[in-house]
T-cell receptor
Framework: AQSVAQPEDQVNVAEGNPLTVKCTYS??????LFWYVQYPNRGLQFLLKYITGDNLVKGSYGFEAEFNKSQTSFHLKKPSALVSDSALYFC???????????FGPGTRLSVLP | DARVTQTPRHKVTEMGQEVTMRCQPI?????VFWYRQTMMQGLELLAY????????DSGMPKDRFSAEMPDATLATLKIQPSEPRDSAVYFC?????????????FGPGTRLTVT
């Protein structure tokens, strides 16, 4: 069965500093991995995905994520955080043979001015 | 700018009443998902459709919830009768289901409060 863990409920970072939001997964076979962001009172927005190829994936709003197969991780990163990045971030995984997505519990990112 | 739309955005109802939530997926998307989001449970998959056919509704309480796609431009989620524990934000998402690598596009959600 597929599963996703986001070990941190909350991440605080100062504006201008690099940020990392962690995600680990469990899936049989090669995973498809996704990051979504949710701003208050809004639906989830797609940020980026890893399907195959280069382990470093670049996405929207300056975010990137690194796929690490040996550590079964897909951490979200940004070199310089903005206050406007404050939101709820979800990691999701899909088994290529499966039908649906499994979302992690979410990590609340707070960027402090 | 193609978007998933959901109506109503907010719904307050009394326990025992029927609730119907509607979703218009992005034109051309053939896969539709219904999710429920609460503080306690996070994001839960309720049901999803491909080419209007239900593929999985194992996440739904079958005795009171039902999901349908009357046509390719409309998906509905009904709760009858509603209960206070159904209070949540319900999201619809659509995707272009080519293989399994597609991302989902979420609507703004329907915030349901059952008193």
């Amino acid at each position: 069965a597929q599963s996703v863990a986001q070990p941190e409920d909350q991440v605080n970072v100062a504006e201008g500093n690099p940020l990392t939001v962690k995600c680990t997964y469990s899936v049989s076979g090669n995973p498809y991995l996704f990051w979504y962001v949710q701003y208050p009172n809004r639906g989830l927005q797609f940020l980026l995905k890893y399907i195959t190829g280069d382990n470093l994936v670049k996405g929207s709003y300056g975010f990137e994520a690194e796929f690490n197969k040996s550590q079964t991780s897909f951490h979200l990163k940004k070199p310089s955080a903005l206050v406007s990045d404050s939101a709820l971030y979800f990691c999701a995984v899909r088994d290529p043979d499966g039908q649906n997505f499994v979302f992690g519990p979410g990590t609340r990112l707070s960027v402090l001015p | 700018d193609a978007r998933v739309t959901q109506t109503p955005r907010h719904k307050v109802t009394e326990m025992g009443q029927e609730v119907t939530m509607r979703c218009q997926p992005i034109l051309g998307h053939n896969t539709v998902f219904w999710y429920r989001q609460t503080m306690m449970q996070g994001l839960e998959l309720l049901a999803y459709f491909r080419n209007r056919a239900p593929l999985d509704d194992s996440g739904m309480p079958k005795d009171r919830f039902s999901a349908e796609m009357p046509d390719a431009t409309l998906a509905t989620l009904k709760i009858q009768p509603s209960e206070p524990r159904d209070s949540a934000v319900y999201f619809c998402a659509s995707g272009s289901g080519q293989g399994s690598s597609y991302e989902q596009y979420f609507g703004p959600g329907t915030r349901l409060t059952v008193t």
